[in-house]
């Protein structure tokens, strides 16, 4: 390390690296551009897709991959990439000057670890496992000069320009690859040019510091009985119909401290348009129409809903979490309208064909109509590949972030809506809004491949990560191998990246309770909503606490943003929609679920401290069919995560990597028995279905 600083010191002398860089950038160059994850061979990519602003480019060129225009204005371009593992940029040029898109390929690999270093200098030193081939560093989107990477040894060290001085906030990321295999990508957060060391340091806006909590608008808290309006339709049964949540239920929960609490850090809203006043589908037994009361059958797309508040109360709302430090994200529906909106009766050949060629009605095909299918003969898709219709109901969406001050959206049914919609309507945020700090996350199920093809700078950030969800429910349910869960995760780090916002969840609207599948109450095999419908679905073997707390602190502990979908935190059960949507309880809770609640809070409060929890690097370090040992390094400072599926006591021993402090002081922060050796030896003791999170005894 000293020989390193000495590198470093010997390049700064002679190559000026700390005079700035960059001067009049041109646009898009306030955020971090997602990585393009490039195949072996041809690739064809769309500029916007990472340069929502930009129309057209001079040129794009790379140091290591050939380039070449699929159009004139260089607004599609091709990339030939090579076998195997690289790191790489796309540099792309308008008038002089350029921006800098990160490009990787081949298999990841754990194992690159950041440690500070140098008080004479701001600079990063890293060991990695072994010596790369491939060093890739930029600042923001911009690469830095090859001297600003100092090598020695398997060692090397990155300077932080002095354009970082004059950023409030910015961020260095790493690329590196050796010839067997790519790193995890690193992301440093930097104030005025200094490395973040303390999560006391980050706000909201710090996208990786997020905790999001899912709540539905009418099933929260009725702050304002004047606007309760519910059907009261024989029609409707009463789970069906409006309970009274509204806007100031929210409001009084913020301001009553219900959200700082619980170490939530952004707040998603179900969809707050406006829905019919009468009842629409059916489910035959027991037989019962339903309300609008979830938001997702819009009849007007910029209107708010008056039985859950006025336009006032929203922009309250708003400003409350704001003062609390918090974000607030709107669910917004794209895919469809109610038939009976205004825009439908104005323009009803502006939706997807109800009929097939072959004669067969396309609802509910999700995957074999994937861009056409409708949800309901009364909620028809709308056909947003035509211009005509995706140019206004991208300015509806818009409307929310220009009348609201909105932090971004939740987008429902992402894969269901063409790839045009996600370019058009982000285009029109970073240009109409450039200052605004938007983050858009979506709902896809299916493949990384497929979840991952809408997850780009120029489409939106992020989605819900519903395969980790998935395979975790199967291992404490099914007695599926930790292995596949541990594989899935990797799966997802290759696939979005190392430092991915993708959202890691508890459950959803959509969902069976977690704590009730887990506990038993619910088979894994049976029909959820109608076992919500027919009988009084509980938690079931106590268990179900344990292992709901299980997931929470796996989501906790991984890369990607923790979301919590209200009632989990304390473990509330029940079957699918809507039993899954009762009213919230804020008091009178068990003993179990107070100390569930209790837990989740110690959980969201390791998460929003701990830095290596928001920006370290992920390695495995023990794995078994029931046991998962994984550490995450940020600045040196280690953070060690361990995982139980299994239903009786274990002891686990593991050693920690030799370039790790095994002297960094820690604690076991849920009481596990703990013993850490001066050589890096580990054993710790875990309950059935039980965690333990590692930290630094500061």
Known sequence: MKKLLTCALATVLACGCQSRLYTDLPAGNDRPILPALLAAGENRLLLTDYLPAWEAADSVTSRELTVRPLAD???????????????????????????????????????????????????????????PSQIVALWQNCRLPEEYVVRSGDAFGVIIPKDASDCDRSYLRIYAAADSARFNDLLIPLERGRVVRSADKLGRRDRQAQVLYSLMIDRFADGNPANNRPLNSPEVLPQADYQGGDLRGITDRIEAG????????????????????????????????????????????TRVDDRFGTPDELRALLAAAHAHGMNVILDYVANHLHINSPVLQAHPDWVTPLRLPDGRKNLGLWDEQRLT???????????????????????????????????GFRHDACKH????????????????LPDRDLWQIGETYGSPALIGSYVRSGMIDAQFDFNVYHTALDVLTRGQSLRRLAAVV?????????????????????????VSIAGGALSPDEDHKAAGWLREVGVGDPVGY???????????????????????????????????RR??????????????????????????????LLYGDMTTLALTDDLWVYVRVYMGEWTLAALNTGGSEQTLACTLPARLDANQQSKANFGSAFKLEPDGRLTLTLPAYGFEIVTKNN
Request: glycine letters at 10%; a negative charge; aromatic letters at 12%.
């Open 73 to 131: 204005d260089w607004s599609v371009f091709a990339v030939t990439a090579p076998e195997g593992a690289f790191a790489a940029t796309l540099d792309c040029w308008q008038g002089g000057r350029s921006l800098s898109v990160a490009a990787v390929g081949g298999e990841r690999r754990d194992g690159v670890w950041a440690f500070s270093a140098g008080r004479m200098l701001r600079m990063v030193t890293v060991e990695p496992s072994q010596r």
């Open 258 to 301: 219900f959200f700082d609490s619980l170490g939530v850090s952004t707040i998603w809203i179900s969809p707050v348009t406006q829905n019919p006043r009468d009842a629409w589908g059916l489910n035959e037994n027991p037989r019962t129409r339903f309300s609008g009361y979830h938001g997702y059958w819009p009849i007007y797309t």
């Open 373 to 407: 299918t409708w949800f309901d003969e009364h909620i028809p898709s709308l056909d947003l590949e035509r211009v005509e219709v995706c140019e206004p109901m991208t300015d509806s969406a818009l409307y929310w972030v220009t009348e609201f001050d909105f932090d």
């Open 417 to 432: 809506i063409p790839e045009n919609y996600w370019r058009m309507l982000t285009r029109k945020m970073r240009t109409r």
């Open 490 to 514: 990797g799966e997802s780090l290759a696939a979005y990246g190392a430092h991915h916002t993708m959202g890691n969840i508890t459950g959803n609207h959509d969902k069976a309770r977690l």
């Open 546 to 580: 344990r292992k709901l707390a299980l997931i929470n602190a796996l989501n906790m502990t991984l890369p990607g943003v923790p979301c919590i979908y209200q009632g989990d935190e304390y473990g509330e059960p029940g079957g699918n929609d809507p039993d899954n």
């Open 583 to 612: 009213m919230m309880r804020f008091g009178g809770y068990t003993p179990q679920e107070q100390a569930q609640l209790d837990i989740t809070r110690q959980l969201t409060r390791l998460r929003r401290t701990t830095m290596p």
